[in-house]
């Protein structure tokens, strides 16, 4: 099915992720500049032949798609087009488009050592061959943009977006995090998602395997071992010297001590990857978004309707893991310990709602429904949702320094080697530039945890 044309503006005028492992960004180049015959291709496959006659792009502007240091793992540009559109009655008509164009990093060793070309493969299988078999059995919308175009031109991998911010949708400056009103709109459409996968598992599994088979575990996956085991206990010695830092008075030598003895000789990342791959209950296994922190995220003004982005890490895991991905990478304290519980039912509660709306108006509907409410019940979800916690405490030692980072002191990722997180390179040049948030952060999540008796139990697990 041809999807609907983008059009910002019409009228007559003539004439605008994720998980990479440290702090960097993907550089914009003015010179990567998108081709007129490029996107007038793009939008030419977006009508149906009855639409115009022809169209014609005659100018492309093109800028940052992302603020610097927002984007780790590829190139965002925001290209704006001034067209020109011949209808079927012979008229013309000038009209301005803005697409979000996804490019490859140029720096091959980076792009080996980060496996962005697995990420950016897996994105594109995503939006070709995920979302749309999802969307096409869901009864509401899926919270993801639109796509136009995912696939491969003359310079290489590519994925075009409609531009999130001409519907009024912006991204939360992830230094000060998401708020409870936030973070209630992402529950709602992570069970969304989340019910569309339950609901293909269970009406249709042969379709839902053929869907998983091609979800491909990206970080978690004995090729990619190595390096993330590495980047992790780099991650793990820097927030060690954070917690040391933060510890003036004392009161985080249990908890320092816990984590140093739950989480030595390279576990974190077994541990972590135990807890995404390894599930208790099957039954619980669903497709999940895979990086829901903030910078995947964008919100309407009113802070109602989100949509995420950046599809690059998606998998088959428990739904807990998206939930803890977004609480522990991009909320505070406070956030966590007053809405931890409203979060939880308010997803329940989404979820089952959701569910509803997939099953059939008959007699098998109630007891499909009650095997649902017991299988979700709070006390399973809450169950399930702490043993992962362990999880939550990993990506907040990974991601937290990307987070908090200030915009105006960015690493070069370009020049980093997988030598440099053996050696502790890495964690000295992140050392130098973490802020007091990340220090704050760190210190409220080893506390929290600790009083929830989840570093105590570190070693058991």
Same mark, same amino acid.
């Given at each position: 099915m041809k999807q609907e044309l983008v059009v910002v503006e019409v009228g007559g005028g003539g004439g605008g992720g994720g998980i990479g492992g440290g702090i960097g960004g993907g550089k914009y180049s003015e010179d990567a500049t998108e081709r007129k015959d490029t996107v007038q291709e793009i939008l030419a496959a977006q009508q149906p032949a009855d639409f115009w006659q022809a169209v014609t792009v005659d100018e492309v502007f093109c800028g940052p798609g992302s603020r610097e240091g927002d984007n780790y793992m590829s190139i965002i540009k925001r290209v704006v087009a001034h067209c020109t559109v011949k209808t079927l009655d012979g008229q013309n008509?000038?009209?301005?488009?803005?697409? #979000?164009?996804?490019?490859?990093?140029?720096?091959?060793?980076?792009?080996?050592?980060?496996? &962005?070309?697995?990420?950016?493969?897996?994105? #594109?299988?995503?939006?070709?061959s995920i979302i749309p078999v999802l969307q096409r059995l869901a009864p509401y919308k899926l919270p993801y943009p639109q796509c136009l175009s995912a696939d491969s031109d003359d310079r290489g991998d590519r994925i075009v977006l409609k531009d999130l911010t001409t519907l009024g949708f912006s991204m939360v400056d992830r230094r000060i995090g998401l708020s409870f009103a936030h973070c209630s709109a992402v529950m709602k459409e992570l069970a969304k998602l989340h019910a569309t996968s339950l609901a293909l598992k269970h009406g249709h599994p042969?379709?839902?395997?053929?869907? &998983?088979?091609?979800?491909?575990?990206?970080?978690? &996956?004995?090729?990619?071992?190595?390096?993330?085991?590495?980047?992790?206990?780099?991650s793990l010695r820097g927030a060690l010297d954070s917690l040391r830092y933060s510890n003036r008075s004392g009161e985080l030598d249990r908890p320092i001590r816990a984590i140093e003895q739950g989480l030595s000789s390279g576990r974190l990342y077994r541990l972590m990857s135990g807890l995404v791959c390894n599930l208790v209950d099957e039954s619980w296994r669903v497709i999940c978004h895979g990086d829901t922190w903030v910078n995947n995220l964008m919100f309407s003004a009113d802070q109602q309707s989100v949509r995420l982005i950046d599809l690059q890490t998606m998998r088959c895991t428990t739904p807990v893991i998206d939930i803890l991905h977004l609480l522990y990478t991009s909320t505070g304290r406070d956030v966590r310990q007053q809405h931890t519980a409203d979060l939880l039912l308010l997803y329940r509660r989404s979820l089952l709602e959701a569910l509803e709306q997939h099953l059939p108006a008959d007699q098998s509907r109630q007891p499909r429904m009650r095997h649902f409410e017991q299988q979700f019940s709070y006390g399973r979800l809450r169950a399930e949702y702490e043993r992962c916690l362990p999880y939550g405490l990993g990506i907040a030692m990974w991601l937290l320094p990307a987070v908090t980072f200030n915009p105006d002191q960015i690493l070069d990722l370009d020049g980093v080697t997988i030598s440099d997180f053996k050696s502790n390179n890495h964690e000295k040049r992140i050392a130098q530039l973490v802020s007091v948030d990340y220090h704050t952060r760190m210190r409220d999540i080893a506390l929290e945890l600790y009083d929830q008796g989840i570093l105590q139990r570190l070693t058991t697990i």
């Amino acid at each position: 099915m041809k999807q609907e044309l983008v059009v910002v503006e019409v009228g007559g005028g003539g004439g605008g992720g994720g998980i990479g492992g440290g702090i960097g960004g993907g550089k914009y180049s003015e010179d990567a500049t998108e081709r007129k015959d490029t996107v007038q291709e793009i939008l030419a496959a977006q009508q149906p032949a009855d639409f115009w006659q022809a169209v014609t792009v005659d100018e492309v502007f093109c800028g940052p798609g992302s603020r610097e240091g927002d984007n780790y793992m590829s190139i965002i540009k925001r290209v704006v087009a001034h067209c020109t559109v011949k209808t079927l009655d012979g008229q013309n008509h000038a009209f301005t488009i803005s697409l #979000i164009f996804k490019r490859q990093i140029t720096n091959p060793h980076r792009r080996q050592l980060f496996r &962005c070309d697995a990420a950016f493969e897996n994105e #594109i299988t995503a939006y070709t061959s995920i979302i749309p078999v999802l969307q096409r059995l869901a009864p509401y919308k899926l919270p993801y943009p639109q796509c136009l175009s995912a696939d491969s031109d003359d310079r290489g991998d590519r994925i075009v977006l409609k531009d999130l911010t001409t519907l009024g949708f912006s991204m939360v400056d992830r230094r000060i995090g998401l708020s409870f009103a936030h973070c209630s709109a992402v529950m709602k459409e992570l069970a969304k998602l989340h019910a569309t996968s339950l609901a293909l598992k269970h009406g249709h599994p042969a379709q839902y395997a053929s869907v &998983c088979a091609k979800v491909r575990e990206i970080v978690f &996956c004995p090729e990619a071992a190595d390096f993330y085991t590495h980047s992790l206990e780099s991650s793990l010695r820097g927030a060690l010297d954070s917690l040391r830092y933060s510890n003036r008075s004392g009161e985080l030598d249990r908890p320092i001590r816990a984590i140093e003895q739950g989480l030595s000789s390279g576990r974190l990342y077994r541990l972590m990857s135990g807890l995404v791959c390894n599930l208790v209950d099957e039954s619980w296994r669903v497709i999940c978004h895979g990086d829901t922190w903030v910078n995947n995220l964008m919100f309407s003004a009113d802070q109602q309707s989100v949509r995420l982005i950046d599809l690059q890490t998606m998998r088959c895991t428990t739904p807990v893991i998206d939930i803890l991905h977004l609480l522990y990478t991009s909320t505070g304290r406070d956030v966590r310990q007053q809405h931890t519980a409203d979060l939880l039912l308010l997803y329940r509660r989404s979820l089952l709602e959701a569910l509803e709306q997939h099953l059939p108006a008959d007699q098998s509907r109630q007891p499909r429904m009650r095997h649902f409410e017991q299988q979700f019940s709070y006390g399973r979800l809450r169950a399930e949702y702490e043993r992962c916690l362990p999880y939550g405490l990993g990506i907040a030692m990974w991601l937290l320094p990307a987070v908090t980072f200030n915009p105006d002191q960015i690493l070069d990722l370009d020049g980093v080697t997988i030598s440099d997180f053996k050696s502790n390179n890495h964690e000295k040049r992140i050392a130098q530039l973490v802020s007091v948030d990340y220090h704050t952060r760190m210190r409220d999540i080893a506390l929290e945890l600790y009083d929830q008796g989840i570093l105590q139990r570190l070693t058991t697990i």
